[in-house]
C-alpha cells in the first residue's frame, strides 16, 4: 500500500527500496558514489543489520553468507570495489543464491571521484550476472525490489548499476510498506555451495541454463519498455541517458532498457524493425552495442558518440540532429583544485616529506592530494592498499639504498581494506622500506565514515577497536613509531632515523581529522610589522594563509581551525596565538 510521495536522492532511493524489499543484512565499504546508500540504510536499522566492512571483498561475502543462510542481502560499492569483490562475485555466480542476493555497484562516468571510468556491465558480462540499471529515483527504489524477485527466481546474484548522476541527483519517490519476507529455510547442499572442481564444473552448466532462461524473459520484463513514437529516429538506452534522450529526442522512438545483461534479443530485434534508423545511446562502454551488432542489425553508436564521460541532452542533440545548441558560457569563476583542508594533520607531514626531498607512493584517500602543488610530494597513485606493495616493489627492483628516499602513504582505513595485506608482504619477503600510516581516526573522503579501528560500528553501537600499532607488531614490523603529525620536529627526526634502517618499519601519524574535532578552536593572528615576507609559512599551502599585496601575511579566521602549524614555521614570531581553543 503507497503511504506518500517524496523527494530523494538516487541512493536514498535505493536504501528505501531495500527495506521495501525485506532485506535484512547490509554490508559495505564506503565509496563515493555508493556511500550515501549504507548511510541512509541505518535508518531502518530495526529491520537491516548494517555494516562498514574493511572491503568490498569481505562485504561481498557477507552478502552472500546471509543469502546461504536465507534471507534477503546485499553489498554496496563503488565501481572499483567491484575489482576488489570480483573474486566472491565470480564464483557466486556459479553457485546461485537462497535468499535474494544483490550487488549495487555505481559507476562513476566523467571521474568525479574516481581512479579510472571502467563500466560495471562488462565486469557482469565476464561473471555472467544479470544488471539492472534504473533512470531515475524511483525506478532505484522499484528496480531494488525487482532484483530481489530476479535473483530468487532464477538462482542468480544480480547487480543494479547506478551512476554518480543517478546516485546524487533527486527525484520524487512513492513509498510502500515493508514487504515481510519469509527466510527460506537452509538446506545443506555440497554440490551448489561448495565451490571445488567437480563441483564448479556442473555449476556451470546449470547456470548456463538458467541465463538462457533469464535471457529469453528479459524480452517479457516490465522494466524493458517501448515507447513508440515518430519511426524516423529509433533508439535504445538504459539508465540516465535515458533521460538525455528524452530531453533531446521528444518525438522518437525509445526502447528503454531496464535490463542491461542480459539483453532481450527478441524486444530489440523487434523494434529495430519498426525504425528507419537506430541509435544507441549508452555512457561508456559500447556493451549494448556491441551485442546489438553482432546480431546482425544495423546501428548507429559509438562511431558518433564518446566512451568517456557522461553525456548530455546537447551532446545527443549535436550528434543525432546535427544541432548546435548555443549555451550561454557561464559566468569567470577563479580556478578551485581540490586541496586538503585548513588544518588537515596530512598537511604538516608532507611538508616535512617535501622538506626531506623524499618520494611518497601514495594511496586512495584524502592524502592523495599530497600530489598537488605547493606540496607535489606524491610521485604514485594506484588503488587502495598498492602504496605498500609498490614500495616493496621497489626495492625488489632497486635494492635497499634505492628505497631509503621514499616512504608509502597510506590511511588508516585504507591500511585496514587492503594495505595490512601488503605489509605482511613486506614482513614475509624480507623487505627494506617506510610505511606511514597517516591515522587520522575517520575515513576521511569520503564523509568520515567509521571503522574497523575508530571503535564505532555503522549502526552507532560502541565496538572493539583494532590496535594499529599492536597490529604492525603482530605482523612482524619490529619498528613500530608513533607521532603527532603537528610536532614537525619530532616527525623529521623520526622519518630520518627509520628510512636509514635495513628493515621493515612503520611510523603512524595518529592525528585525528580537523573536521571530527567540533571544539572551539584556537585563534592565530599574523602581525605584519614583525613579517620578514621569507614565505616559509605559506610552503604548506594552507587556504586560511593569503600573502598580502605588500608580502606580508593574513590569516583568514573564518577558514583558520588552529592548527598552529604556521606558527611553528614562523622563526620571527610574526604568528600568535591570540586566543586558546577548547583544549
Not at 541512509?40 to 574493511?54: A, F, T, V
Not at 542468480?156 to 548499476?161: C, N, S, Y
Not at 533508439?235 to 532481450?264: D, F, R
Request: with cysteine; charged share 25%; net charge negative.
Amino acid at each position: 500500500m503507497s503511504n506518500k510521495r517524496v523527494i530523494m536522492l538516487g541512493n536514498e532511493a535505493i536504501a528505501r527500496g531495500a527495506y521495501e524489499a525485506g532485506v535484512k543484512v547490509s554490508a559495505a565499504y564506503p565509496g563515493t558514489p555508493s556511500t550515501e546508500i549504507s548511510e541512509n540504510i541505518i535508518k531502518y536499522k530495526d529491520d537491516i543489520y548494517s555494516e562498514w566492512s574493511p572491503n568490498e571483498k569481505v562485504a561481498a561475502e557477507v552478502a552472500i553468507g546471509a543469502s546461504i543462510s536465507g534471507v534477503r542481502a546485499m553489498a554496496c560499492m563503488k565501481h572499483v570495489g567491484l575489482n576488489v569483490a570480483s573474486d566472491p562475485l565470480y564464483t557466486v555466480s556459479y553457485m546461485g543464491v537462497n535468499g535474494g542476493l544483490v550487488l549495487v555497484v555505481a559507476d562513476d562516468p566523467g571521474l568525479y571521484s574516481s581512479q579510472n571510468e571502467q563500466d560495471t556491465r562488462m565486469v557482469a558480462r565476464a561473471a555472467q550476472v544479470p544488471v539492472l540499471e534504473p533512470a531515475d529515483s524511483m525506478e532505484a527504489k522499484e528496480y531494488m525490489k525487482a532484483a530481489f524477485q530476479i535473483s530468487e527466481v532464477f538462482d542468480r546474484p544480480v547487480i543494479l548499476r547506478t551512476t554518480t548522476r543517478l546516485a546524487h541527483s533527486q527525484g520524487l519517490v512513492e513509498l510502500y510498506d515493508r514487504e515481510e519476507v519469509e527466510d527460506v529455510p537452509y538446506e545443506k547442499n555440497i554440490a551448489k555451495n561448495v565451490m571445488m572442481p567437480g563441483n564448479a564444473k556442473l555449476r556451470h552448466v546449470e547456470i548456463e541454463k538458467r541465463n538462457l532462461e533469464l535471457a529469453e524473459a528479459a524480452n517479457t520484463l516490465p522494466i524493458n519498455t517501448v515507447e513508440m513514437n515518430d519511426t524516423k529516429i529509433g533508439v535504445i538506452t538504459s539508465g540516465i541517458p535515458y533521460q538525455y534522450v528524452k530531453e533531446a529526442l521528444p518525438n522518437a522512438s525509445v526502447l528503454k532498457l531496464g535490463m542491461v545483461n542480459p539483453l532481450p534479443k527478441k524486444l530489440i530485434t523487434e523494434f529495430a524493425s519498426k525504425v528507419d534508423t537506430l541509435y544507441i545511446v549508452e555512457e561508456l562502454d559500447p556493451v549494448i552495442e556491441e551485442q546489438v551488432k553482432s546480431w546482425g542489425i544495423k546501428a548507429i553508436g559509438k562511431e558518433i558518440f564518446t566512451v568517456q564521460g557522461e553525456y548530455s541532452a546537447n551532446m545527443i542533440r549535436k550528434a543525432i540532429l546535427k544541432e548546435e545548441v548555443a549555451v550561454k558560457a557561464p559566468a569567470a569563476a577563479p580556478g578551485r583544485p581540490p586541496i586538503l583542508c585548513p588544518g588537515c594533520p596530512h598537511r604538516s607531514v608532507y611538508y616535512v616529506l617535501n622538506k626531506l626531498k623524499m618520494h611518497v607512493a601514495g594511496d586512495i584517500g584524502c592524502y592523495t592530494l599530497g600530489a598537488v602543488a605547493p606540496l607535489s610530494v606524491v610521485d604514485s597513485v594506484i588503488c587502495m592498499g598498492a602504496s605498500i606493495s609498490s614500495l616493496h616493489g621497489m626495492e625488489k627492483a632497486k635494492g635497499k639504498d634505492y628505497i631509503k628516499n621514499w616512504v608509502a602513504a597510506i590511511g588508516d582505513s585504507t591500511f585496514l581494506h587492503t594495505g595490512v595485506n601488503s605489509l605482511m608482504n613486506m614482513v614475509y619477503n624480507k623487505s627494506t622500506g617506510t610505511v606511514m600510516i597517516l591515522d587520522n581516526s575517520t575515513t576521511g573522503m569520503t564523509g568520515h565514515q567509521d571503522h574497523a579501528a575508530t571503535g564505532k560500528t555503522l549502526m552507532g553501537e560502541p565496538t572493539n577497536a583494532i590496535d594499529i600499532p599492536n597490529l604492525c607488531r603482530a605482523i612482524g614490523v619490529k619498528n613500530v613509531v608513533e607521532v603527532n603529525a603537528f610536532d614537525i620536529k619530532t616527525l623529521e627526526k623520526v622519518i630520518k632515523e627509520e628510512v636509514a634502517k635495513d628493515e621493515v618499519s612503520v611510523i603512524i601519524t595518529k592525528t585525528p581529522c580537523v573536521l571530527l574535532d567540533k571544539s572551539k578552536k584556537p585563534v592565530y593572528i599574523a602581525h605584519s610589522d614583525k613579517c620578514k615576507k621569507c614565505g616559509m609559512c605559506m610552503k604548506p599551502g594552507c587556504p586560511a594563509m593569503t600573502k598580502k599585496a605588500d608580502g606580508t601575511i593574513y590569516i583568514d579566521d573564518t577558514m583558520c581551525t588552529g592548527c598552529g602549524l604556521c606558527e611553528t614555521l614562523c622563526k620571527f614570531d610574526a604568528i600568535e596565538l591570540l586566543k586558546e581553543g577548547d583544549k
